[in-house]
């Protein structure tokens, strides 16, 4: 199944670049483009405009770890990192609050990882914050984009969901969330342009047409995977 997610605004611990007003030359802004492609927050916010849908990839291991929540039965609710915030965010919403990776590995609690998500009972709503998937999900919600989780695991599903809404002249923003080097500025992850890619290469064997050239490497990067992506992702 797909996971639909709401809401974030760009995370404080973010680069400067990213978190202060941005111009984007609208040649990179892929507007006559029926599917595109770009990274992080800034991407997103390039390529959003316009676009009928929005769908963040965070392979490893946000948007894996929504359609796991889903599978079981829950809603997922995006939110920034490492925000104090959060708390009382969840609170309000009647919600679990997940805890960090490393935390969650110390003490069994909800975290990002998705096995600690499937080991998890009686829990209807989730607060996922993470420092790149959650966050650009949660933005370009607020924004009042529709935003799709999709990652390697649903990705056919996403694109099955997509097809029909483009093919009567819908865009599409395919955001691969990256991950952050030490100064956190986005390196680019490959098993995201995987998961981006798989969602788009499912949609030009659907039929629909008119990708970006950077829509259309993301999809070649996982056809040239795709048969080996268990190997490949080790």
């Given at each position: ?99 960090g990776r490393s935390v969650g590995d110390r003490t ?79 390196r680019p992850a490959v098993e995201d342009i995987w ?40």
């Open positions: 199944a797909y996971g639909a997610v709401m809401s974030s605004t760009y995370n404080t611990r973010l680069p400067a670049a990213e978190t202060a007003p941005v111009t984007i030359p609208p040649v990179h802004r892929q507007r006559d483009a029926r599917i595109r492609f770009d990274w992080g927050p800034v991407g997103a916010e390039a390529i959003v405009d316009g676009a009928d849908v929005a769908v963040v990839v965070d392979v490893l291991s946000f948007t894996t770890a929504v359609t796991v929540a889903v599978d079981k039965g829950m809603r997922v609710l995006p939110y920034r990192w490492r925000d104090a915030s959060a708390a009382s965010y969840a609170e309000a919403r009647g919600a679990a609050l997940a805890v069994g609690e909800v975290s990002l990882s998705p096995r600690s998500i499937a080991r998890a009972d009686n829990i209807d709503r989730l607060v996922l914050p993470s420092p790149s998937g959650s966050t650009i999900a949660f933005t370009l919600a607020e924004r009042g984009a529709v935003v799709v989780a999709a990652s390697l695991r649903n990705a056919g599903a996403v694109a099955a969901w997509l097809a029909p809404r483009l093919t009567t002249g819908a865009a599409v923003a395919v955001v691969a969330g990256g991950e952050r080097w030490p100064d956190v500025s986005l998961g981006a890619g798989a969602v788009i290469s499912g949609l030009l064997r659907s039929g629909v047409a008119g990708p970006s050239p950077e829509a259309l490497m993301a999809a070649r990067a996982y056809d040239a995977i795709a048969t080996d992506i268990p190997t490949q992702l080790v």
